[in-house]
Structures are given as structure tokens and as C-alpha cells.
């Protein structure tokens, strides 16, 4: 009668263990917002590494793999692994976009525009003889040009020494 009350017991506790497994499929319940976590991760991974792929987006790939790995060992489910992982990349992101937003707002903001700009604009490229009169000046307006910025530089060579 007793080995029957304990089977009876162990199954018991077996019926309690698969309704609490089942019905609780994830420990920080966030087995809805995988798909949110996953965009998280590879977004902050992008902004972390942006212009800089070097061994540090290796480091923090590998450092999340392991990290998968041993919370799933300890008994974590898929989604509770996306969320630490996504939590811990944001926590370590913080710092890093605030530098990058600093170094932003510090920025002048002709720096961001004149890369573009330089495709956009017209370039020139004249030759020391037709500098002086490339407007469609005389010769004796280029000849003025000529003197004036020779004697410009012969000024700022006394001037302002080497």
C-alpha cells in the first residue's frame, strides 16, 4: 500500500511539474516580444560597431553566445534569453551613443554637408596661366591680378615668417 501512495505522490508531482512547465513557458514572460528583442540586439550591435567592424563585434557576438549558452543551462527559455541578452546590450549601448551623440552635437554642421555637397557643386581646375584671366579678362586686368598677388605674397612671407 505504501510503494502505491508513493507512485501515486511521484506522479502527482509529475502532473504539477508538466502544468508548470507548460503553462509557464517563459520565466520573465516574454515570449511574445522575441521578434522586438531580436531587432534590438542586431540594431544596437549595428550602432555599437557602426564604421568600426573590427574584433569588437566579434567579441560581443561571442560574448552572446555563451551568454545563450549558459542561461540556457540554467533553464531559461528562448525569449528569456533574447530579453537578458537585448537588456544587457542596451545597458552597455548607453554609453557608447551618448559619446557618439556628444561627438555629434560638437560637430560642426558643415562637416555633415560638405561631403555630400562636394558631388553636388561644380569643380574647377585651372592652370596657373589662365588663373588670372579664366573670367574672360584683358591682359592688362591679368597682368594687374598677377602683380597684386605677388606682392600679396611677398608681404605675408615678411609678415608671418616660417
Same mark, same amino acid.
Given at each position: ?47 555599437? +560597431? ?34 537578458? !541578452? ?16 556628444? +561627438? ?15 558631388? !553636388?557643386?561644380?569643380?574647377? +581646375? !585651372? ?36
Amino acid at each position: 500500500p505504501e510503494a502505491g501512495a508513493l507512485v501515486h505522490q511521484v506522479s502527482a508531482i509529475h502532473k504539477v511539474h508538466d502544468f508548470v512547465i507548460t503553462s509557464m513557458a517563459s520565466t520573465f514572460g516574454m515570449e511574445g516580444h522575441m521578434a522586438f528583442f531580436i531587432k534590438a540586439i542586431v540594431g544596437l550591435l549595428f550602432l555599437m +560597431t557602426f564604421n568600426e567592424l573590427t574584433t569588437r563585434c566579434y567579441c560581443w557576438t561571442a560574448t552572446a553566445v555563451v551568454l545563450w549558452g549558459v542561461m540556457s543551462a540554467m533553464g531559461l527559455s528562448s525569449d528569456d534569453c533574447v530579453a537578458v !541578452i537585448a537588456t544587457l546590450l542596451f545597458v552597455r549601448a548607453v554609453p557608447l551613443l551618448y559619446r557618439r551623440g556628444l +561627438t555629434i552635437a560638437a560637430t560642426y554642421p558643415l562637416a555633415f554637408v560638405l561631403p555630400i555637397a562636394k558631388h !553636388i557643386l561644380p569643380k574647377y +581646375t !585651372i592652370s596657373e596661366e589662365n588663373f588670372f584671366d579664366c573670367d574672360g579678362a584683358t591682359a592688362e586686368v591679368a597682368d594687374r591680378r598677377r602683380k597684386a598677388l605677388k606682392e600679396l605674397s611677398a608681404r605675408w612671407k615678411t609678415k608671418y615668417p616660417k
